[in-house]
């Protein structure tokens, strides 16, 4: 088979279980013969070119060489020598005594001008009827109008008798007979050996296959291997008894034939039957077998074919699906292939039909190429051919069905401007567009130093597309995935590039992709001046602007060493992609960030010439307009010593402090303190919008903490003796101005002794208590207490509105409660006996005062016996019970119910001023009701038999409440 194809193709695909498949590929492009000067040994009178000649003598006797390719020759009157030459020739000597060789080539000796009857023979090469000729090495026959009698030689012929009543004889070869002249219907059997209809009635002998006419024709064939082709027309075929094949070669377009249904439509709409083998036409068919022992041949054209059940041939079908008939069984699959021509396996099932089939490949001469292996993705090629015919091994593990194809990939290569848009099938067909394995190669010259930038605009491959662009030495200078963009890229050498297009060896993936490979043009430089402004434009034509993928602007302006310098970011149209790099007169970087926002305040190093580059960030193709200015910072710092406690201010402690003067501005506070002391920073005015920033620095230059200029420090413990600084700064290039603060030493942390109940109040129990003094201030208070105290905390008076904490801490450091001091607490148990601390404390830098507590221990609960409907009262049932004494308190009751029982709290009394609680437990501690003590309840009906317990109490954190009560529990 030879492939036309200049690009991509899949023309040929092997098989599995039973199929065997063969493909030729031929050489492209051969040279044509010359056309010979001497026919036979005379001198040529009439010479053909290379291409497909129509040539016609004259009525004398010509000499004529029709010269390569597939030519038509007629002698016309005289004597004719006629010699094809190369090619597929049709020869046609006329009238007169003609000698017609046909050279090499499939030749057909023709008598189709004759008028009577011609009687001739290829077997002896001599004809009489319309003269009488001689022919030589020529293969096929056709006959005039009148009754002809053509016979064959012993090798392969074809015959076509034409118009009237033939005798045909193909011979002892594989021989076919032909009605393609025919323009109305005939009737064709081999079995009978007879013709009739549009051609007239023809006796036949010695031939397995025909070749139909234009019409509706019938035909039959033999008990041998019969090949049958239609031709045009809505044919009637019948195999017989052999192996036959119906032929699709004549159609002008893809046909679907199927065994299976013995239909064929498309190219050709025929229905056949007897037949166990199918050849397609020169377009892309689809052919399907049924459960027999098939042969699908695609022929010529992108084939796809589906086999049954049954040891199957598929021959040069590009899309195979293959019915396992069991595990295990193998089948070969062969094509020939041409030195160098890749090739490439694709299995296109995927779950288990697609994992239940193996392969193995070998070479010509049984090499392997590839050993017996369950088909991944790893093990599908592509491989590289040596010359001759390779074989696919083929099986499955498990009958199913099997769908893969045999792809053979191209490598095309295009000359490639830069700065061209390439997509699909764009700038020229094929570019643009990868086959499965396929290699795209575009290739370009460049100068050393150029710089390109890659921008990609994808591919439909679900990001599988690879790109690789290489030097003319061969080495790599880019590879990746197409999908993304990538640049600027500096070509090293001067030369021809190579920038390939393909997918990752093994991968199947077939699509379009698009990208553009553009020349970055060369940075442009500016001269500035600090403070001065860079915009679209400005400083001049250009600046402001990265115009293409890869632009670089750069911009010199003069400093000297410690001058104070910062960037003020102006407008950005480039989505902020740009990036702004500040290096030094040496080269060194100074500053880095993205065009957008301001910077910090620079130092700068020396004295000399600084460079500002402005670009896209790597392989960003951001283009658009910004502005910036290196604006000049305020100089310092500025020192002055404090005293802790005193407040700075504008203007205070000396002209300066307290004033954030502009950009870069730095103030530094200096004071001594001892290691421990507890100082805390109070803000005490801010007009920088928070945007200053504050640091304390140790002796030792370590950093104590940091924070924002507005927020308030707690006080905390500083490390060591010594002189620390507290420095205030801007931090950007757009907020600065006046503030005010101060450094304050924490009040004193007091301890004194406690005893429970009494109360704390300014002064007592002792100088200091009841009064937090200022900022960090606390007061502990310190007392005894006994495993399983119950206490109450009640708060008597509080001057800060709530920002005192408390805290209860236990003999072993735990804390046992903390909350705020404002607040009464009850409910809380000691978990040890020992001595515990209670710490009042303040919480933040501006409040503080005086305040006053009691700390009391609470009763335990008194438990009494009670029955439904007795009533419960002061002293009834028993001391104690109907009476809350003391705050804190907790009556218990205990009765005994039953499962069902419904029953009703009915209150009677309650001197709490209806702050009383009652709760009701069930045997197990379930809790069926909570109420306040003040009004009646039912109980929801008892679910459980046994001891159930009412709880009389006021709340956990209630320091004031208590007094009697009565209620009683009843039938309902």
């Known amino acids: 088979m030879t492939t036309t194809h200049p690009r991509r193709h899949v023309p040929a695909l092997s098989s599995l279980l039973g199929l065997t498949l063969a493909l030729t590929l031929a050489p492209l492009g051969a040279a044509p013969a010359q056309a010979a000067t001497t026919c036979l040994g005379k001198t040529v009178t009439i010479t053909g070119t290379s291409g497909a000649d129509t040539l016609t003598g004259t009525s004398g006797d010509d000499v004529i060489d029709a010269g390569a390719g597939d030519d038509t020759v007629t002698g016309g009157g005289g004597n004719d020598t006629v010699c094809g030459g190369d090619g597929a020739d049709t020869l046609d000597g006329g009238t007169g005594n003609d000698t017609v060789d046909g050279g090499a080539g499939t030749d057909t000796w023709s008598f189709a001008s004759a008028t009577t009857a011609v009687t001739a023979s290829l077997a002896t090469g001599t004809s009489s009827g319309a003269g009488t000729d001689k022919g030589t090495t020529l293969e096929n026959l056709r006959g005039g109008t009148g009754a002809d009698t053509l016979t064959g030689s012993t090798g392969t012929n074809t015959i076509e008798g034409g118009a009237g009543n033939d005798r045909l004889d193909g011979g002892s070869g594989t021989d076919t007979v032909s009605y393609r002249g025919a323009t109305t219907a005939v009737t064709v059997n081999l079995t009978t050996r007879a013709a009739t209809g549009g051609a007239g009635t023809d006796t036949l002998a010695g031939f397995e296959n025909v070749r139909g006419g234009a019409g509706g024709d019938t035909i039959t064939g033999s008990t041998g291997a019969n090949t049958v082709d ?214 370009f010259t460049a100068t050393a130093g150029q710089r390109v930038f890659f921008l990609s605009s994808g591919d439909t491959m679900a990001g599988y597309a690879y790109v690789r662009l290489t030097q003319p030495s061969g080495a790599v200078v880019m590879e990746k995935f ?30 379009t992709y698009g990208f553009r490979l553009a020349t970055v043009p060369a940075a442009q430089t500016f001269a500035t001046s600090i403070g001065s402004a860079v915009a679209p434009g400005v400083p001049g034509t250009g600046a402001g602007t990265l115009e293409q993928p890869g ?190 603060f101060a450094l304050v030493k924490a009040a004193a942390q007091q301890t004194f002794a406690y005893t429970l109940g009494s109360t704390v109040s300014n002064g007592v129990p002792a100088a200091g208590a009841g009064n937090v003094e200022g900022v960090g201030g606390s007061d502990t208070y310190t007392f005894s207490g006994t495993a399983g105290d119950r206490l109450l905390y009640d ?44 710490v009042i404390a303040g919480t933040d830098n501006t409040h503080w005062g005086t305040y006053s507590f009691r700390l009391m221990k609470t009763p335990a609960p008194q438990t009494f016996a009670i029955r439904v409907g007795q009533t419960v009262s002061n002293g009834v049932p028993a001391a104690g019970a109907g009476n809350l004494e003391t705050v804190g308190s907790v009556d218990v009751y205990t009765f005994s119910a039953t499962s069902g029982q419904d029953l009703r709290f009915d209150h009677l009394a309650d001197a709490t001023s209806g702050y009383g609680i009652a709760t009701v437990t069930d045997p197990s501690g379930r809790v069926v009701l909570t109420k306040w003590l003040g009004y009646d309840t039912d109980l929801p009906t008892l679910t459980s038999s046994g001891t159930y317990t009412v709880t009389i109490r006021t709340g956990d954190n209630d320091a004031v409440h208590s007094g009697t009560y009565s209620f009683a529990l009843v039938t309902r």
């Open 795 to 838: 708060v008597l008076a509080e001057s800060t509105n709530g920002y005192l904490s408390r805290t209860l801490i236990a003999p072993d450091g735990r804390t046992v409660e903390q909350g705020w001091a404002y607040g009464d607490r009850g409910g809380i148990v000691l978990p040890a006996t020992g001595t515990y601390r209670l």
């Open 551 to 740: 632009s670089e602007d750069r911009y010199t302006f003069s400093g000297t060493a410690g001058q104070k310098v910062f960037y003020d970011a102006g407008t950005d149209t480039t989505g902020n992609h740009a990036f702004v790099t500040v290096t030094s007169p040496s080269g060194a970087k100074v500053l880095e960030k993205w065009v957008t926002g301001d910077s910090a305040v620079l130092t700068l190093p020396t004295t000399g010439t600084y460079t500002v580059s402005v670009k896209a960030g790597v392989d960003d193709r951001a283009t658009g307009t910004y502005g910036f200015t290196i604006q000049p910072a305020t100089a310092g710092p500025q020192t002055f010593p404090i005293t802790l406690g005193a407040t700075v201010k504008d203007g205070v402690p000396g002209p300066g402090a307290g004033n954030l003067e502009g950009p870069g501005a730095v103030d530094t506070y200096t004071f001594t303190a001892t290691a421990g002391d507890r100082i805390g920073y109070t803000s005490l005015a801010d007009t920088t919008a928070n945007y200053g920033y504050v640091t304390l620095y140790a002796p030792s230059g370590a950093t104590v903490w940091s924070g924002w200029i507005a927020a308030n420090r707690f006080p905390a413990a500083v490390p060591a003796t010594g002189t620390y600084r507290l420095e205030v700064r801007t931090t950007d290039t757009t907020h600065w101005g006046t503030y005010s």
């Open 230 to 443: 239609g031709g045009p027309g809505t044919d009637r075929l019948t195999g017989g008894g052999g192996t036959d094949t119906v032929s699709f070669d004549s159609a002008t377009a893809g046909v679907t034939a199927s065994l299976a249904t013995g239909t064929a439509t498309g190219g050709s709409t025929d229905t056949f039957s007897g037949f166990a083998q199918l050849v397609g036409s020169p377009s892309g068919d689809t052919l399907v077998g049924n459960d027999g022992a098939n042969r699908l041949d695609g022929a010529r054209g992108g084939d796809a074919c589906s086999t049954g059940k049954g040891a199957d041939t598929l021959v040069a079908c590009e899309d195979l699906t293959v019915v396992t008939d069991a595990a295990g069984a193998t089948d070969a699959a062969t094509w020939s292939l041409s030195a160098g021509q890749r090739f490439f396996l694709d299995n296109l099932l995927t779950g288990t039909a697609g994992t239940n089939l193996t392969w193995g490949v070998t070479g010509p001469g049984g090499t392997t190429v590839l050993a017996p292996v369950a088909v991944t993705t790893a093990n599908k090629g592509p491989w590289t051919a040596t010359a001759g015919t390779h074989t696919a091994t083929l099986g499955g593990t498990a009958a199913g069905t099997h769908r893969f194809r045999l792809v053979l990939p191209a490598t095309t290569t295009y000359p490639y401007t830069l700065g061209t848009t390439v997509g699909a099938n764009t700038p020229s067909s094929g570019q643009g567009v990868l086959g499965v394995q396929d290699v795209d190669r575009y290739t």
């Open 482 to 511: 197409l999908v993304g963009d990538r640049g600027p890229i500096t070509l090293p050498v001067a030369g021809t590039y190579t920038l390939s297009v393909g997918t990752p060896t093994g991968d199947d993936h077939a699509g």
